[in-house]
C-alpha cells in the first residue's frame, strides 16, 4: 500500500488548512485512513482517522473543534480539515493506512497501522 499526503505548508495563527491522503494498493474491501502528527521532540499523536466501516473519529484531545475528517471511498482518500491554527499545531503531519475488515476507528497507537505516507510539514507562524 502507497500513501500521498497533499496540502501542508506555512499557514499563519488563526488561518486553515486542509491535508489529504490518498492511499493505492489496498486490497480489503473496509479500510481506515489515519492522521497522525509528530512535533519535534514529542512522539507521534494520533490526530483523527476516518474509516469506512464508521467514518470520521476525532482522537480525544487532538485539536478539539478545530479540525474535521472525511474521507471518499471511491478515490479512496482521507481528508483532514483544520481550523483556527496555532503554533502548537506545527508538526510534520502522516497518514496511514489500516487494511481490515471490519475496523471501525478508535484511539490505537501509529504502530498498529500497516503502511505510511511520507510525511508534509505544517508550520503555523505567528
Known amino acids: 500500500v502507497q500513501l500521498v499526503e497533499s496540502g501542508g505548508g506555512l499557514v499563519q495563527t488563526g488561518g486553515s488548512l486542509r491535508l489529504s491522503c490518498t492511499a493505492s494498493g489496498i486490497i480489503e474491501d473496509e479500510y481506515a485512513i489515519g492522521w497522525f502528527r509528530q512535533a519535534p521532540g514529542k512522539e507521534r499523536e494520533g490526530v483523527a482517522c476516518?474509516?469506512?466501516?464508521?467514518?470520521?473519529?476525532n482522537y480525544p484531545d487532538s485539536a478539539k473543534g478545530r479540525l474535521t475528517v472525511t474521507g471518499d471511498r471511491s478515490k479512496v482518500t482521507a481528508t483532514l480539515q483544520m481550523y483556527d491554527l496555532e503554533a502548537k499545531d506545527t508538526a510534520v503531519y502522516y497518514c496511514?493506512?489500516?487494511?481490515?475488515?471490519?475496523?471501525?476507528?478508535?484511539?490505537?497507537?501509529?504502530?498498529?497501522?500497516?503502511?505510511w505516507g511520507q510525511g508534509i510539514q505544517v508550520t503555523v507562524s505567528a
Open positions: 476516518w474509516s469506512t466501516r464508521a467514518g470520521a473519529y
Open positions: 496511514g493506512a489500516l487494511d481490515e475488515w471490519g475496523f471501525s476507528c478508535r484511539p490505537i497507537k501509529d504502530v498498529e497501522y500497516d503502511d
